[in-house]
T-cell receptor
Framework: DGGITQSPKYLFRKEGQNVTLSCEQN?????MYWYRQDPGQGLRLIYY???????QKGDIAEGYSVSREKKESFPLTVTSAQKNPTAFYLC??????????????FGPGTRLTVT | AQSVTQLDSQVPVFEEAPVELRCNYS??????LFWYVQYPNQGLQLLLKYLSGSTLVESINGFEAEFNKSQTSFHLRKPSVHISDTAEYFC????????????FGTGTQLKVEL
């Protein structure tokens, strides 16, 4: 079955450590995204990539980094510079749809807790 | 830049009652509109979308939403809810021709009670 895989589902880290969240898709989608979800704030875009070897900052990129070396993979690194990293992180992918609309498909998410 | 407002953070409703979840957007260009649903500790699932054509769109599980351009709204409705509809619902907007970025509202928690 096609879909988006995020691992692990729960992740615990000590403050000051970098941590990398995995996102893999086998939908053959060109575009991939990372969102952060906090209670009462909806989803906020961290980074997105429309093609391999290219990515753009979203609304809250500070303290995060990404790479897009393969079409299927878009890992997110939460660095020690991110001041409030504890959150639920969601990865998504999309392809051009009807009339050019891009429907985004989401992975199950990774809940990161930093203490 | 566009924005989405979901004024109701929580909506409690009894089973088999009707419900409306409100969504208003702001954009200087034409838009695509989406409703996503999120069950606890899961990712988001696309519920329905408005791209063009008929302003009333429906999902397979009985939800519907109507695009109202003059009121810049895309409210989600269901005539009779079920316990299994308990979830968080997000409205999202994307500019036509603006590529593939979605802007999400802050979500509405629908709680269906017996």
């Amino acid at each position: 079955d096609g879909g988006i895989t995020q691992s692990p589902k729960y992740l615990f880290r000590k403050e000051g450590q970098n941590v990398t969240l995995s996102c893999e898709q086998n939908l053959n989608h060109d575009a991939m995204y990372w969102y952060r979800q906090d209670p009462g704030q909806g989803l906020r875009l961290i980074y997105y990539s429309q093609i391999v070897n290219d990515f753009q900052k979203g609304d809250i990129a500070e303290g995060y980094s990404v790479s897009r070396e393969k079409k299927e993979s878009f890992p997110l690194t939460v660095t020690s510079a991110q001041k409030n990293p504890t959150a639920f992180y969601l990865c998504a992918s999309s392809r051009p749809g009807l009339a050019g609309a891009y429907e985004q498909y989401f992975g199950p998410g990774t809940r990161l807790t930093v203490t | 830049a566009q924005s989405v407002t979901q004024l109701d953070s929580q909506v409690p409703v009894f089973e088999e009652a009707p419900v409306e979840l409100r969504c208003n957007y702001s954009s200087s260009v034409s838009v695509y509109l989406f409703w996503y649903v999120q069950y606890p500790n899961q990712g988001l699932q696309l519920l329905l979308k408005y791209l063009s054509g008929s302003t009333l769109v429906e999902s397979i599980n009985g939800f519907e939403a109507e695009f109202n351009k003059s009121q810049t709204s895309f409210h989600l409705r269901k005539p009779s809810v079920h316990i299994s509809d308990t979830a968080e619902y997000f409205c999202a907007v994307s500019d036509k021709g603006g590529g593939n970025k979605l802007t999400f509202g802050t979500g509405t928690q629908l709680k269906v009670e017996l």
